[in-house]
């Protein structure tokens, strides 16, 4: 029968000495340590749903990002600029005549760059008219002639909305993005209002 060897008291103590070494050489990892794995999975994590996500899209709307297309993908929101400051004569020269300037246009005050719808705003396109001044009349009454001014007296409620549903239009474009403000000289509350017309192009029919 094997008996276990009975130990000295110079032994035993040597062999706790040896047991507590190996205890603090094998103890439980720093705080710091955990901490950090902790850190790595949480990292893998969100590495792992932002593939998915992006993934999923693809696969499922052929697009990266669900089918949205706007201000959040545009590369311009995130790029901080400074806004410049227009006369009306100094945004004229950005009509789109001229095929070596950007193109902008404004919309109560707001300068846009719509260099990226050169085909509608270039010369010969179809809102030509809106390229290089501040319109914002026009895109509510529709007269693409006589109220390319941003004279907005005297128009409904609806009307006003209107003009600023087309602000943002240009504010939340995917490839558009602001470039600064128009200073207009002030309007004389005394000089009559811009004439009611009633030939103007009647609103875009909504794609819905
Ligand atoms: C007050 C009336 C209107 C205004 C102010 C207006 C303004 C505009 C503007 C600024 C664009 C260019 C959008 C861009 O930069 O991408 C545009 C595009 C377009 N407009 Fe008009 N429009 C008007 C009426 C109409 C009408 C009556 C029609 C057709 C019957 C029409 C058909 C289109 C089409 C097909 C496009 C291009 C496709 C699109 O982006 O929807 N528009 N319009």
Not at 3 to 12: G, I, L, V, Y
Not at 25 to 48: E, F, K, N
Not at 160 to 185: C, E, I, Q, S
Request: proline share 7%; aromatic share 12%; net charge neutral.
């Amino acid at each position: 029968m094997h008996r276990r060897k009975q130990a000295s008291p110079t032994e035993t103590s040597d062999h706790l000495e040896d047991e507590a070494i190996q205890t603090k050489v094998t103890a439980p990892t720093s705080p710091s340590l955990s901490s950090s794995s902790w850190t790595g999975t949480i990292v893998s994590g969100l590495v792992w749903s932002i593939v998915l996500f992006f993934g999923a899209s693809y696969l499922i709307t052929e697009s990266w990002t669900w089918g949205y297309r706007g201000k959040w993908t545009n590369i311009h929101t995130y790029i901080p600029t400074k806004e410049l400051v227009f006369s009306e004569e100094q945004l004229l020269k950005y009509d789109g005549s001229n095929p070596n300037l950007p193109i902008y246009l404004a919309i109560d005050g707001d300068v846009f760059d719509v260099t990226e719808g050169a085909g509608w705003y270039a010369l010969g396109g179809s809102y030509h008219h809106f390229a290089g001044r501040d319109a914002a009349r026009a895109y509510v009454t529709g007269c693409f002639q006589d109220d390319l001014t941003h004279d907005l007296r005297g128009l409904s409620e609806a009307q006003l909305k209107g003009v600023d549903h087309w602000k943002k239009f240009y504010a939340n474009h995917h490839t558009y993005h602001k470039v600064g403000r128009v200073m207009h000289p002030p309007i004389d509350p005394h000089s009559p209002l811009p004439k009611p017309c009633d030939k103007g192009r009647p609103q875009k029919p909504n794609r819905s």
